[in-house]
């Protein structure tokens, strides 16, 4: 197993090269932790099918780490209130 | 008094259409007109442009658009913006759009903005001919984005990006990253310029609420930040109760 497989610093660059080249996501804004034995995915992606698609993936580039998900997807909803600018 | 909905980074894929459908179905009652500040694809792909088409049918006020970095991944910026317009969306960049609504002239000046940093930790038109493209870039569309501004003769005047101008609404996101999200030539150009608020996208783990040096309010409408599927912003004041009610008045504030 290559140093670039296994190092988090890597790990971390990897994951993050995978979620903005995969079509479904093209994701810059995911924050990656990795630890030796977990990656975890944090931050907010627009819907719950990009959410589950990023942890499979992460799950299937790097198997031997389990893939935590502190992901979001925001709430979409129209307004109830404005601001007066002037 | 008159009402402008914002929002950006939409990042429409087949998968949010149905949501955004439904959450954009108020705007046309609550709002006059409709900003749009970027990233309204994941990739700019020409089918992702057609959706975005297909969902803002739906919207029965003007549409003023910047397109963002996402729009121009696909490398079809241009088709983009020529697809949009097209379906009645102005497309600014370093252009303005102007209109009347209820008796008020409102001018909106767009560009997408680019990246570089801020004021002590920014890059500069230095070294590689790589490093000075980058910069000048930024430095070419924040003089574009001034001129438009400068050429409004309105009583409301808006300057519509995709990048942050200011620091201010990057609070959240990694200091790292900041010479990725905006540039202060941006915010230079626009109090240079003057105008009576900005808007911007791009930055998800931002906050909402900035100002520039000169004190214009600076308003991240970045969807992961609003969290809603449009800001409202109110100028001038309500005719009627009917009005005011309509515009649940928010204490101003920057």
């Given at each position: 197993v290559s140093v670039a497989r296994t190092e988090p610093e890597y790990v971390r660059a990897e994951v993050q090269r995978a979620l903005a080249a995969d079509p479904m996501l093209a994701e810059l804004g995911v924050e990656i932790a990795v630890?030796?034995?977990?990656?975890?995915?944090?931050?907010?992606?627009?819907?719950?099918?990009?959410?589950?698609?990023?942890?499979?993936?992460?799950g299937r580039l790097f198997p031997d780490r389990v893939v935590r998900d502190a992901l979001r997807v925001p709430e979409l909803e129209a307004p109830t209130e404005s601001e007066a600018v002037r | 008094?008159?009402?402008?909905?914002?929002?950006?980074d939409l990042h429409l894929g087949p998968d949010g259409f149905d949501a955004?459908?439904?959450?954009l179905g108020p705007v046309s009652e609550q709002a006059d007109l409709l900003l749009l500040a970027g990233d309204l694809t994941r990739r700019g792909t020409y089918e992702e442009g057609e959706l975005v088409v297909r969902l803002l049918e739906r919207v029965r006020i003007p549409i003023f658009a910047v397109l963002g970095n996402h729009d121009h991944e696909a490398d079809r910026g241009e088709e983009l913006a020529q697809l949009l317009?097209?379906?009645?969306?102005?497309?600014?960049?370093?252009?303005?759009?102007?209109t009347e609504l209820h008796g008020t002239t409102v001018g909106v000046a767009g560009a997408k903005g680019f990246g570089g940093g801020f004021a002590g930790a920014c890059g500069s038109e230095f070294g590689e001919r790589e490093m000075k493209a980058f910069i000048a870039h930024t430095r070419?569309?924040?003089?574009?984005l001034g001129r438009a501004l400068a050429a409004l003769d309105c009583d409301v005047r808006i300057a519509l990006l995709h990048y942050a101008p200011v620091d201010a609404t990057l609070h959240g996101e990694r200091r790292e990253i900041y010479p990725f999200l905006g540039s202060y030539l941006l915010a230079e150009a626009i109090d240079g310029a003057g105008a009576d608020l900005v808007v911007h996208g791009h930055a998800h783990a931002g906050v909402e609420k900035g100002a520039t040096p000169a004190g214009i309010p600076v308003r991240n409408v970045a969807q992961p930040v609003i969290?809603?599927?449009?800001?409202?912003?109110?100028?001038?004041?309500?005719?009627?109760?009917?009005?005011?009610?309509?515009?649940?008045?928010?204490?101003?504030?920057?």
């Open positions: 630890s030796e034995t977990a990656i975890e995915l944090r931050g907010s992606v627009a819907t719950e099918e990009r959410r589950a698609h990023a942890l499979e993936l992460v | 008094m008159i009402r402008i909905a914002a929002v950006g955004w459908a439904h959450a317009a097209s379906a009645g969306v102005a497309v600014l960049e370093g252009t303005y759009v102007t070419d569309r924040a003089d574009a969290r809603a599927a449009y800001r409202l912003f109110c100028f001038g004041e309500p005719a009627d109760a009917r009005e005011a009610e309509a515009c649940a008045l928010v204490a101003p504030s920057r």
